[in-house]
Antibody
Framework: EVQLVESGGGLVKPGGSLRLSCAAS????????MSWVRQAPGKGLEWVGH??????????DYAAPVKGRFTISRDDSKNTLYLQMNSLKTEDTAVYYC?????????????WGQGTLVTVSS | SYVLTQPPSVSVAPGKAARITCGGN??????VHWYQQKPGQAPVLVVY???DRPSGIPERFSGSNSGNTATLTISRVEAGDEAKYYC???????????FGGGTKLTVL
């Protein structure tokens, strides 16, 4: 059974940093492209960025609002995805989900974690 | 950047069909995915590649895509289908994913 479990959320002041983790199980993590998606309170879904598998180059892409501030990384030996968030702004307040990008379904996000809440407030 | 437009809300009586649209420039040339999100829960993929269903998703969920509009159709709507639905594609260079704004489906 595929499971994605996020952790690391919490309250942080504007300008601060936070690192989220996503522990994956039930599939070959090293072969998967993985994304982070966020949802501000009462708002819609917003793609944050993704990381390709190392066999596909291991590169990352980011949405414009977070580029230069957020960094996605992975540790395939630990089956864990990370999101390092720096220079946080109040508008980064959201539930953050990690997802698996299904390559043979044209990158549909076929599994989601339960999400972790990040609150940026003074 | 590529923009997806969804109606904010759709209402339907139980047993009828609900159609939720997702508009985008030449979206018919893209692969559209649909997600269902109930309050307090993570989204669930209900349709991928315009019209295919993951295992466990009822056949009542179907999709189509042509021209500038993709459509998610839920036939024989049930109270449990009440949720917010989002469409998603990859952008023109397919290195960014894009979501529509979401449509709240209300079962009358």
């Amino acid at each position: 059974e595929v499971q994605l479990v996020e952790s690391g959320g919490g309250l942080v002041k504007p300008g601060g940093s936070l690192r989220l983790s996503c522990a994956a199980s039930g599939f070959t993590f090293s072969n998967a492209w993985m994304s982070w998606v966020r949802q501000a309170p009462g708002k819609g879904l917003e793609w944050v960025g993704h990381i390709k598998s190392k066999t596909d180059g291991g590169t990352t892409d980011y949405a414009a609002p977070v580029k230069g501030r957020f960094t996605i990384s992975r540790d395939d030996s630990k089956n864990t995805l990370y999101l390092q968030m720096n220079s946080l702004k109040t508008e980064d307040t959201a539930v953050y989900y990690c997802t698996r990008d299904r390559y043979n379904w044209n990158w549909a996000l076929d599994y989601w974690g339960q999400g972790t809440l990040v609150t940026v407030s003074s | 950047s590529y923009v997806l437009t969804q109606p904010p809300s759709v209402s339907v009586a139980p047993g009828k069909a609900a159609r939720i649209t997702c508009g985008g420039n030449n979206i018919g040339s893209k692969n559209v995915h649909w997600y269902q999100q109930k309050p307090g829960q993570a989204p669930v993929l209900v349709v991928y590649d315009d019209r295919d269903r993951p295992s466990g998703i009822p056949e009542r969920f179907s999709g189509s895509n042509s021209g500038n509009t993709a459509t998610l159709t839920i036939s024989r709507v049930e109270a449990g289908d009440e949720a917010k639905y989002y469409c998603q594609v990859c952008d023109s260079s397919c290195d960014h994913w894009v979501f529509g704004g979401g449509t709240k489906l209300t079962v009358l």
